[in-house]
């Protein structure tokens, strides 16, 4: 199991737009640019992420992304799964079919269906905003704004 980059570019963009403090619109190549990102893969998953509403898109020369909702209620879990699908750390998807190709469950079944469930947990609980006030774990300070160094 192994976060791509569309999880963590995804929600690289997502903390950009949370940074913005009034409903600006923040153009794809701003965002590009400041992550060292493609323009052309971020703006594939900013579609992804507008069709699913968490953010919404203008275009035009003055068109550009903000976030639907305040990043308080834009959850991690919520970024990801949309880019990414729900993260297993497990092979096999069936609860009582077969892990190994064989027969049943492998004995390891439950340790890894259990850690996807942790995952899923931490990131059901960390928000945008959690990310910019440095509310997670191992973070000394907020990020800064787009435009300021």
């Known amino acids: 199991m192994k976060l791509t980059t569309k999880g963590r570019y995804a929600v690289l963009a997502l903390t ?9 619109l923040v153009k794809i190549t701003e965002i590009a640019v400041r992550q060292n990102i493609s323009s052309t893969y971020l703006e594939q ?4 992420l507008k069709n699913s509403g968490l953010v919404v898109g203008v ?4 068109g550009g992304y903000r976030l639907a909702a305040p990043p308080e209620n834009i959850m991690i879990s919520d ?8 993260m297993e750390a497990k092979g096999c998807v069936s609860k009582t079919g077969s892990c190994t190709g064989v027969s049943g469950r492998c004995m390891t079944h439950d340790l890894w269906d259990e850690l996807s469930r942790h995952i899923e947990l931490f990131l059901g609980q960390v928000s945008l905003k959690d990310i910019i006030i440095g509310n997670v774990l191992g973070r000394s300070s907020p990020p800064k704004a787009l435009g300021v160094e």
């Open 16 to 24: 950009e737009l949370a940074l913005i403090k009034d409903d600006s």
């Open 59 to 62: 275009r035009g020369p003055n």
């Open 45 to 48: 998953l900013l579609l992804l």
């Open 79 to 86: 970024i990801v799964n949309i880019v990414e699908g729900r």
